[in-house]
């Protein structure tokens, strides 16, 4: 009724509704309202007490009765206000397109947006106060100052795959475009000269990609491409005042070109006309903690507020992307697909060779397993190599020595104590290292439990394969890349330095080495150990496993004078799965079919709309009681008629690693038929679970993980 409504701001006695940082889920306490002199727009950046605290907040708008969870909520009463302490007016405020972006991912992923937008600002940003700022600001007008012309840049004459494409780019446009292109296809010429299309139109563009380890190399690319732009990078390597820099920069508008990882969907960018999203189906886009965003999804969203293209590039794109750009006739209809199914320069991609490890044995004998998992015509391909000069790769998603040690004779094995994992063996330093827990100790001169010093290890990680091969090998210069040498800032750089340069034979990695890199002189990239992920329970671990073999695949015969006698080995004992048909084809579309077609009869997404409720608590059954009563409740809603019917909740189950650091994990399964459905079930359920978890099922800790990737 009128009678609610605030009155006209009056000079002196606004009511401003401040985001502020408080951890906790949708709800009514996450903006707060102040007192200030004047209106504020949204977006605004103020400084305003909290408790005993001066924090920063974001402006959401002026206070006037907001429908919250149904019920009108009238502003509190001005006399009892306090006053906000600063208002950041030298900094433009966030734009109504990135306060739209935080409403829905807010939204979408059920967190709180004062939470949500506060943890998307550099935190050097929410630490300064008007002055600072005002410095800061400052010494970034001086750097704009002299952003330097460069000398034209060498651009390559398109293919026609790449003309094709650019045309659908600039026809379409606006859109959201599935760039499907094989490894070496060209893409990011295609990316590079959209960019420029859009930069020269006045407007900015983000390119995401999956790893912080591809950004010096896609920075490099674009900053020769572009000499008179400015580039910012967004990612988690920077230092807070970097990065509080190169936010700056995109948020004044000063950096043309904003490049990230996927926190960079955050940036403040005020006159965005393009995203890119390299490696769309990469798993890192999905953030694991926290707000659970996916930044590819975001990407999306955010493309059609800006009203900019959106183009998510991949040789193997998710399936998810791939029925969304499928006719709309066959459940998609919602991106645009657009093919570059050939290498540049007409190199051909590298023939694929599967090792039937049975028939190694059978011809070799046992013996040659203790080989394995260099197997001995893996061997003879790499001594080939290496008479030839060129380089392989070896790919082995383990690090470590061994991931288990065990006592030969009573059967101890090196169990994690804190963790329902085993602890890995690292040789270097002689360690027992948990990888859940960080947890570690010195290795045990005898096993702990019978005396015996016969303990010995189990399995294969890359350091062990990287010893095997300096016995099998001993001419050979190896590498080893993968979590453990990259650890130490500039080091991983240093290591790809020395492979670009021709110094290494051989590159031992994991799949941090199989995206991106253009390595020229690769002829051969062999994956020793892929079996274990064939037979995954989790129902995305095929499309994983073929989206790696064809990243890893796609590292050799780049250049196309030696793409003839490039080649992929696979080692396996399932030789006739189906899987590795259709990699020997380089055949992504028909693998897609065929896992589209089961995951369609099984009604899995993305045929389906899942979220996981997570709890963390001190007993397994303490995490089950608290999920069993939001299933109470889930139920309580639907008989109600509040929610769907339609929406499915599985049966608590713990998760697959069951225990981290001694807190029990355990999770519920939450699916239903459509992603609406789903939304408007959580948007109810979610509020109400701070209100169940008290004494006795209180738990350590919830979270819900909306499009979880591993259930
Ligand atoms: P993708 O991103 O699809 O893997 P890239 O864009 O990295 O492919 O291209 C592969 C290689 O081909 C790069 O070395 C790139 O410089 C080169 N390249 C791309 N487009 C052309 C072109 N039109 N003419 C010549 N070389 C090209
Ligand atoms: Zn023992
Ligand atoms: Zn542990």
Request: with cysteine; glycine share 8%; proline share 8%.
């Amino acid at each position: 009724p009128e009678t609610e409504r605030v009155p006209p701001p009056e000079a002196g006695r606004c009511i401003v509704r401040v985001l502020v940082e408080l951890p906790r889920h949708v709800g009514l306490h996450e903006a707060l309202d102040y007192r200030c002199d004047r209106p504020l727009a949204p977006g605004t950046l103020v400084r305003v007490p909290l408790g005993r605290r001066v924090v920063t907040g974001l402006v959401e708008g002026m206070a006037e009765p907001t429908p919250a969870c149904g019920q009108v909520v009238p502003p509190a009463e001005p006399e009892r206000l306090r006053d906000v302490a600063e208002v950041f007016d030298a900094l433009p405020p966030m734009t109504a397109g990135w306060m739209r972006l935080l409403d829905f991912a807010a939204a979408y992923y059920q967190r709180s947006r004062g939470e949500l937008a506060l943890s998307c600002l550099p935190t050097a940003l929410r630490a300064l106060d008007g002055v600072q700022l005002q410095r800061r600001l400052k010494k970034l007008a001086r750097r704009a100052d002299v952003a330097p012309e460069g000398a034209t840049p060498q651009r390559p004459v398109l293919a026609p795959g790449q003309q094709q494409a650019l045309q659908k780019l600039v026809e379409q446009a606006p859109s959201t475009f599935l760039l499907h292109g094989v490894t070496g296809s060209g893409k990011t010429e295609v990316y590079l000269r959209e960019a420029q299309r859009v930069l020269e139109a006045g407007r900015q563009v983000l390119v995401l990609v999956p790893e912080i380890n591809l950004t010096p190399q896609l920075e490099a690319r674009f900053a020769a491409r572009f000499p008179g732009r400015r580039l910012a990078v967004l990612h988690s390597g920077l230092t807070p005042p970097q990065r509080l820099q190169h936010w700056l920069a995109a948020h004044l508008g000063q950096a043309d070109l904003v490049l990230g990882t996927r926190m960079a969907i955050f940036a403040s960018l005020p006159r965005l006309g393009l995203i890119v999203v390299d490696e769309e189906h990469d798993p890192s886009y999905k953030q694991q903690e926290g707000a659970r965003y996916s930044a590819r999804d975001l990407a999306v969203y955010r493309g059609r507020q800006a009203g900019a293209s959106v183009i998510l590039g991949s040789a193997t794109p998710s399936l998810e992307s791939w029925l969304n750009a499928a006719p709309a006739a066959e459940g998609g209809g919602r991106y645009r697909r657009i093919d570059l199914p050939e290498r540049i320069g007409g190199g051909a991609l590298p023939a694929v060779r599967l090792v039937d490890l049975e028939r190694v044995v059978a011809q070799h004998g046992r013996q040659a397993l203790r080989l394995h998992p260099i197997s001995p015509p893996l061997l003879a391909a790499l001594r080939e190599r290496l008479e030839r000069g060129e380089q392989s790769m070896l790919l082995l998603n383990r690090r470590g020595y061994a991931p288990v040690l065990h006592c030969t004779s009573c059967g101890w094995k090196s169990a994690c104590p804190h963790c329902s994992a085993w602890r890995v063996f690292h040789k270097v330093d002689r360690t027992l290292r948990c990888h859940h827990c960080g947890s570690g100790q010195r290795v045990p001169l005898a096993c702990p439990e019978c005396g015996d010093p016969d303990i010995q290890p189990m399995g294969r990680g890359t350091e062990r394969l990287e010893e095997q091969l300096a016995t099998l090998l001993p001419q050979a210069r190896v590498v080893r890349i993968d979590g453990d040498t990259t650890r130490q800032s500039g080091s991983l750089e240093s290591q790809l330095a020395q492979v670009h340069d021709g110094e290494v034979d051989v590159l031992v990695g994991t799949q941090m080495v199989a995206k991106g890199h253009d390595f020229r002189r690769m002829t051969l990239v062999a994956a020793v150990d892929a079996d274990g992920a064939l037979f995954s329970s989790d129902f995305r671990a095929p499309e994983r496993l073929f989206a790696l073999l064809m990243q890893a695949g796609g590292r050799a015969g780049r250049d196309a004078a030696l793409a003839a006698r490039s080649e992929m080995w696979v080692q396996t004992w399932h030789p006739a799965h189906p899987l590795f048909a259709a990699l020997k084809g380089h055949d992504y579309i028909a693998f897609a079919r065929s896992q589209l077609d089961e995951r369609r009869i099984a009604a899995m997404p993305p045929f389906s709309a899942q979220a996981l409720l997570r709890a963390d608590a001190s007993t397994q059954e303490l995490a089950q009681a608290f999920l069993q009563r939001a299933e109470a409740l889930a139920g309580e809603l639907q008989a109600a008629g509040q929610v769907s019917a339609e929406v499915f909740l599985y049966p608590p189950v713990p998760t697959s690693v069951q225990r981290v650091a001694d807190v029990e994990r355990a999770q519920l399964l939450v699916e239903a038929p459509r992603r609406a459905q789903l939304q408007a079930f959580l948007a109810a359920w979610v509020p109400l679970l701070d209100d169940i978890n008290r004494p006795p099922t209180r738990v350590i800790r919830w979270a819900v993980d909306v499009d979880p990737l591993s259930i």
